[in-house]
C-alpha cells in the first residue's frame, strides 16, 4: 500500500470511528436489530444511558445514514427508530470485531484475576 492509498484507508477509518465509537453506539444498534423501538423503549433497555446520551448517539447514527428516523402524525408525535440498509450491513462488521475479540482480548475474568 502505498502512502496516498494508506491516507485515503485511515481516512475512511476516522470516519467510521468518528460515527461507531460512541460509548453508545453499539448498544443502540443492537436494540435496533431487533426491529424498531421508540426513544423510551431504547432508554428502558439501556438502563444506565442518560437521555443527552441516546439523543447524540441517534443523531449521529442518524446523520451517518445508519439509523431511520420515522415521524408519525399523531397527538402526541411518535418518533420510531430504525435500522437503515446500510445499518444491517454493519452487522457483519461487529460479528467481526466480536470474533477478533475473542481471539485476542481476555475476557472481564481474566482481567480481574490478574495481580500485579
Not at 476516522?14 to 423501538?37: C, M, P, T
Not at 435500522?83 to 470485531?97: A, H, K, N, Y
Amino acid at each position: 500500500m502505498n502512502e496516498q492509498q494508506q491516507s485515503v484507508c485511515l481516512n475512511r477509518l476516522h470516519r467510521v470511528l468518528d460515527l461507531f465509537g460512541g460509548k453508545w453506539s453499539f448498544e443502540v444498534i443492537a436494540q435496533l436489530y431487533n426491529g424498531s423501538r421508540r426513544y423510551h423503549q431504547l432508554q428502558q433497555a439501556l438502563e444506565s444511558i442518560s437521555s443527552k446520551a441516546l439523543s447524540d448517539t441517534l443523531r449521529r447514527l442518524e446523520s451517518g445514514g445508519i439509523v431511520k428516523r420515522t415521524v408519525y402524525a399523531t397527538t402526541p408525535v411518535t418518533v420510531e427508530y430504525s435500522l437503515t440498509p446500510q445499518g444491517f450491513d454493519f452487522r457483519r462488521v461487529i460479528s467481526e470485531m466480536n470474533d477478533w475479540a475473542a481471539k485476542w482480548l481476555p475476557n472481564e475474568e481474566e482481567v480481574s484475576s490478574v495481580r500485579l
